[in-house]
């Protein structure tokens, strides 16, 4: 269903004018969509981070933990949620209800994982910045191609490995 960039972005573009248009504001149960929307059509993003403070603490939170343990297996809920866009997902999916649009795309895991991927695309090199969160700098996607992405998160302060090195940013890879 995505087979270029081009139909991811063109989708989160309809999505913003429908949002726009039909409702006048973006109400709370969207969520993150205009954010993410905002993101694909900017080379940085900088601003208008409301609701997300919880999130971008559970991605710090995520990364030190494991940078200060290897092994650290407990569930990402913050990075790894941001990688896959699971509340994007979630909150897009609360939108096409209320419009009565088909929802494939969003109950498909194959069409999901598409679009995420051509989304990971457009945002490949477009950092956000400005992060209302006092030990995240910026985070950037790197590296997405075809069924594989990274993120890397910079901090504002190193943080400790348990060897005693300082690390300046933690990186995530995936492949889906």
């Known amino acids: 269903m995505f087979n270029e960039e081009a139909h991811a972005m ?3 573009v309809e999505i913003r004018k429908l949002i726009e248009y039909e ?10 969509i205009k954010f993410y929307c905002d993101w694909a059509m900017h080379t940085a993003k900088s601003r ?8 971008f603490e559970l991605i710090y939170q995520d990364c030190k ?23 994007l997902q979630k909150h897009l999916l609360i939108l096409y209800e209320q419009f009565k649009l088909p929802k494939k795309m969003l109950e498909d895991d194959s069409v999901w994982i598409s679009f995420i991927m051509r989304l990971l695309g457009i945002l490949t090199d477009q950092p956000i910045t400005n992060i209302p969160n006092k030990h995240i700098k910026e985070i950037c996607v790197i590296g997405a191609s075809e069924r594989t992405a990274a993120i890397r998160v910079y901090f504002t302060k190193p943080v400790i490995t348990p060897s005693g090195k300082p690390s300046h940013y933690y990186q995530l890879g995936n492949a889906f």
Do not use: C, M, V
């Open 10 to 12: 063109y989708l989160l």
């Open 23 to 32: 409702l006048g504001e973006l109400r709370p149960e969207y969520g993150n």
């Open 48 to 55: 208008s981070f409301q609701g997300l403070e919880e999130t």
């Open 65 to 87: 933990r494991h940078i200060e343990d290897e092994w650290a297996t407990a569930q990402s809920k913050g990075l790894i949620n941001f990688l896959y866009f699971t509340e």
